[in-house]
C-alpha cells in the first residue's frame, strides 16, 4: 500500500488566543472556576474570623560612642597620630548593639518589673517565636559633638495597647541600667594577652627573617625561581647559538674543500701549458701541423677532395695531428710523475688563492667559537642542576617569614583596636523617644472579606485558564481538525461497555435465536449503533481500505475507548453479514474479556509459544455467529519478543485469509513499543481519541511515530452532540 505522505502533515497550534476559545475553556472549567473561588474565599474567612486586633507602640535609642577624656592628647604626646581616632572607620559594631538589646538576660529583668502588673507574663510573651518585641536599625546616621551616633527602634506588638506601653517602659529601664554597667567593663583581658604574645612573635619573625636573609647571602641569590628562568633562558640561547655555529662550521667546510679542488686544477692546467711552451718537439710538430693545414686550404681552392694532392695534405695533416697527441700524453705523464709538487701554486688565480685564505680563516674562527659555546653550555647545565634543591629550601623559608610577619602585624591591629575601644568607654544609650500608647496596625476584617471576593474570581479564572492554555486539551472534532492533518474518520458519542453486552449476547443455544435477539433487543442503543454504522461505512469507501483486511486501533494514551469503540465497529460489520475476528493485543492492560465476560485462560500469548500447533481455532472464542474474540492470555515476561516473531506475522497473514475483516485492539502508541510492532503486521492503522482527554502534544508526538507507517486516519470519541461536525 503507498502511504500518502501530505495526509499525516500537522499544525503546530497557533499561541494566539481569541475570546472565543477564552469562553469555551471557562465553560468547560466552570466547575474548576467554582471549586477555587470557594476555596479562596473559605481561607480569606477563616482568617478574617481569626485575625485578632493588633497594637503596637515603638520607642527610639540614641547609641553613641565617646572617647574618654584626654584619649587625644596621650596619642599626641606618645608620638601617635590623632587621626587614628577617625570615627569614619567602622570601629563601633551597632549589629552587637541589637542582639545586646534582644538578650533573654535584659528582658528577663523587665518580665521581673513587669510582674506587678502582669503575674502571669514570660520572656515568650515579650520575645518570643511571634517576635513580638523587634528592633530595627533605621538608615539615617547622625554626628553630635563629632560622635557618630545611630538610632534604634524597638517596637513591641500586643493585642493590649497599654501593654505595649508598659513593656517599652520597663525595658527602657532595663537598658539603662546595662548601659552604666556595660561602661565600666574593660577588655583588658584581650588586651593582656596580646600584648603577651607580640614579644615572642616578634622573635620568631626575626629568626624567619634571619634565616631568609643567611640564604641569599650564601647562594647570592634574590629568589631563585627567577634566576631559574633567566638561566634557563640563557641556556637556550646558547644551544641556539651551538647549532647555528655548527651549521655554519658545515657550510665553511664545504666551501673549502670545493676551493682546494679549483686550486689544484687551475695548477695543473698551467703547468701543462708551461710544459708544452718548452718543449722543442711539441712545438716543431705543431708549426708542421699549421702549415699543412695552411697548404690544404690553399690547395682545396685549386683542386677537388678527390685529388691526390689534396687526399696527401689529409694524410700529412691526420698524422701531424696524431704526433701532436702523442707528445701532449707524454708531456701528462712526466707532470704525473712523484718528482712533480702537488703544492706549486704557479699560474693559479691570486683571487682564488686569496678566497681560499679567507674560508681557512673563517674556519678556523668558527671552531673556537664552537668549542668557547660548548664549554659554556657544560657550565650553565652544571649551575642548573643545583637549582631544584635552593629552590625547595628557599619555597620553605620564604611562606615561614611571610606566615610570621602577617600574624605580627594581625595581633599588632588587634592590639590597636582593643586600645580604641577600652579608650572609647563603651556604648552610649540615650532614649529620643518614650514609649506611648499602642496603635492599630493591619487589615480590618471588613477589607480582608472584600478583598477575598475580588480576588477569588479572579484566581479561579486564572487557574482555569492556565490549566486550558498548558494542557491544551482537545475538545472537539473542529479542535482536532486544527491540530492535525489526520482525516477525521469520524466522530462517536460515549459508548457504555453495558450496553455491547446486551448488543453482543454470548452463543448459547439456537444461534438464529441469538442473531434475532441480537438485531431486536438494541433499541436503547439504535443512535449509537446508527454513528457505528457510519464510521464503518468511512473506512469502507476509504481510499486506502479497498483491499485490507487487518485494521489495528491504537491510541495515544490508555483509558480513550478504543476498546468499546472496536466492540461497536465490530457489531455494524457483523450486521452487515462480515465476518470479524477481534484479537486483543494489549498484554499490559487487557481488557476486551473483563467486557465481554470471556475467560483469558488462553489466548494470544499461547498461540504465539505454541508454534507447531494449528488448531488455531481451540485458541480463540465466539460471541457471536459471525464475530470470533481472541484474547490476550496469560501475560507472558517477554512481550516484545513474541509480537516481533515471524509466528506473529504468519497469524496475522492466516487470520486475513480466513475471516473478513480482522480488528486488532492495540495498546497505546506512546509508552511501549508493542503498537509499533503490530502496526508493521496490519494492513492499517486507525487512531481512536477521547475528546476531553487527548492532548496537542500527544497527538503530535503519536503522529510523528506512525507516520512512515500505513495510518489513514483518526476517531474522535466521547464527542458531545454539539460538538459533532
Known amino acids: ?82 587621626n587614628i581616632l577617625d570615627f569614619n572607620l567602622p570601629v563601633v559594631d551597632y549589629t552587637d548593639q541589637i542582639n545586646i538589646v534582644l538578650n533573654p538576660k535584659l528582658i528577663e529583668q523587665a518580665v521581673s518589673l513587669l510582674r506587678s502588673d502582669y503575674p502571669d507574663i514570660t520572656i515568650e510573651d515579650i520575645n518570643g517565636k511571634q517576635a513580638q518585641l523587634i528592633v530595627a536599625k533605621l538608615d ?32 527602657q529601664q532595663v537598658y539603662q541600667n546595662y548601659n552604666i554597667q556595660q561602661q565600666k567593663e574593660p577588655l583588658n583581658k584581650g588586651l593582656a594577652f596580646i600584648n603577651a604574645r607580640i614579644p615572642q612573635l616578634k622573635k620568631e619573625v626575626n629568626q624567619a627573617e634571619k634565616n631568609l636573609e643567611y640564604f641569599r647571602r650564601k647562594y647570592n641569590l634574590l629568589d631563585p625561581e627567577i634566576q631559574t628562568k633567566i638561566l634557563i633562558e640563557s641556556l637556550a640561547g646558547v644551544q641556539q647559538q651551538l647549532q647555528i655555529t655548527r651549521a655554519q662550521m658545515q657550510d665553511v667546510q ?14 695543473r692546467k698551467a703547468r701543462i701549458n708551461s710544459h708544452l711552451n718548452q718543449s722543442s718537439r711539441y712545438q716543431t710538430i705543431l708549426n708542421d701541423f699549421k702549415k699543412t693545414e695552411l697548404t690544404l686550404a690553399i690547395e682545396q681552392k685549386r ?24 707528445e701532449v700524453n707524454q708531456l701528462l705523464e712526466d707532470i ?29 674562527g668558527l671552531v673556537a667559537n664552537e668549542k668557547s659555546l660548548a664549554e659554556t653550555e657544560q657550565k650553565l ?18 611562606p615561614e617569614a611571610k606566615a610570621k610577619r602577617k600574624q605580627l602585624e594581625q595581633l599588632l591591629q588587634a592590639q590597636q583596636s582593643l586600645g580604641l575601644k577600652i579608650a572609647q568607654g563603651g556604648m552610649e544609650w540615650q532614649v ?35 490549566w486550558g492554555m498548558f494542557t491544551r486539551t482537545i475538545y472537539s472534532t473542529k479542535e482536532l481538525q486544527q491540530s492535525t492533518n489526520l482525516r477525521l474518520l469520524g466522530s462517536v458519542p460515549k459508548l457504555a461497555p453495558r450496553g455491547l453486552k446486551k448488543w453482543l449476547p454470548n452463543i448459547s443455544g439456537n444461534k438464529q435465536q441469538n442473531i434475532n435477539y441480537y438485531f431486536g433487543e438494541t433499541d436503547s442503543w439504535l443512535p449509537c449503533h446508527e454513528t457505528l454504522d457510519i464510521l464503518y461505512q468511512n473506512l469502507q469507501i476509504s481510499k486506502y481500505s479497498l483491499h485490507s483486511k487487518s485494521l489495528m486501533f491504537t491510541s495515544a494514551l490508555s483509558g480513550e475507548g478504543k476498546t468499546t469503540l472496536l466492540l461497536g465497529l465490530a457489531a455494524s460489520a457483523a450486521r452487515m453479514h462480515r465476518r470479524i475476528l477481534l484479537i486483543d493485543a494489549n498484554f499490559q492492560y487487557p481488557n476486551l474479556h473483563k467486557i465481554l465476560q470471556l475467560s483469558n485462560d488462553w489466548g494470544l500469548s499461547l498461540l504465539l509459544l505454541d508454534e507447531t500447533s494449528n488448531h488455531i481455532h481451540n485458541y480463540i472464542q465466539p ?57 508493521g503486521y496490519c494492513q492499517e492503522i486507525v487512531m481512536v481519541g477521547r475528546m476531553g482527554q487527548l492532548t496537542q502534544s500527544d497527538l503530535i508526538q503519536s503522529q510523528e511515530i506512525l507516520s512512515q507507517l500505513n495510518l489513514i486516519g483518526i476517531i474522535a470519541n466521547g464527542v458531545r452532540s454539539h460538538q459533532q461536525v
Open 1 to 82: 500500500m503507498i502511504f500518502n505522505q501530505q495526509q499525516i502533515m500537522f499544525n503546530l497550534p497557533t499561541q494566539k488566543v481569541t475570546i472565543k476559545q477564552v469562553s469555551a475553556i471557562l465553560r468547560r472549567r466552570r466547575f474548576l472556576v467554582l471549586s477555587v473561588s470557594c476555596a479562596v474565599m473559605s481561607v480569606v474567612g477563616l482568617i478574617a474570623v481569626n485575625t485578632k486586633s493588633n497594637y503596637q507602640s515603638s520607642m527610639q535609642l540614641l547609641v553613641s560612642s565617646y572617647p574618654q577624656p584626654g584619649i587625644i592628647t596621650s596619642n599626641i604626646m606618645n608620638g601617635t597620630d590623632s
Open 303 to 326: 683542386y677537388t677532395d678527390e685529388s691526390p694532392v689534396i687526399q696527401q695534405l689529409k694524410e700529412q695533416r691526420q698524422n701531424q695531428l696524431w704526433l701532436l697527441k702523442k
Open 336 to 364: 704525473k710523475q712523484p718528482n712533480a709538487n702537488p703544492e706549486q701554486t704557479e699560474g693559479v688565480d691570486p683571487r682564488l688563492l686569496q678566497e681560499l685564505f679567507q674560508v681557512q680563516t673563517t674556519a678556523l
Open 254 to 267: 664545504a666551501r673549502y674543500n670545493n676551493l682546494q679542488q679549483e686550486v689544484a686544477t687551475s695548477a
Open 623 to 679: 460471541v457471536h455467529p459471525l464475530i470470533d474474540v481472541l484474547t490476550t492470555g496469560p501475560q507472558p515476561e517477554d512481550t516484545i519478543r513474541l509480537l516481533s516473531s515471524q509466528r506473529m506475522k504468519e497469524l496475522i497473514k492466516q487470520f486475513e485469509q480466513t475471516y473478513d475483516l480482522v480488528l486488532v485492539d492495540a495498546p497505546p502508541i506512546l509508552g511501549t513499543a508493542d503498537a509499533r510492532i503490530l502496526a
Open 432 to 466: 529620643l523617644e518614650e514609649p506611648s500608647l499602642g496603635k492599630l496596625r493591619g487589615i480590618n476584617r471588613l477589607s480582608l472579606l472584600l478583598g477575598g471576593m475580588i480576588v477569588s474570581p479572579i484566581l479561579g479564572i486564572a487557574v482555569a485558564l492556565s
Open 140 to 171: 539615617e546616621k547622625i554626628i553630635t559633638n563629632n560622635v557618630p551616633s545611630q538610632i534604634l527602634e524597638i517596637s513591641f506588638s500586643d493585642s493590649d495597647p497599654v501593654k505595649t506601653k508598659r513593656v517599652l517602659a520597663a525595658l
Open 381 to 398: 647545565r652544571l649551575e642548573f642542576s643545583k637549582y631544584p634543591s635552593l629552590i625547595a629550601q628557599y619555597n620553605r623559608l620564604l
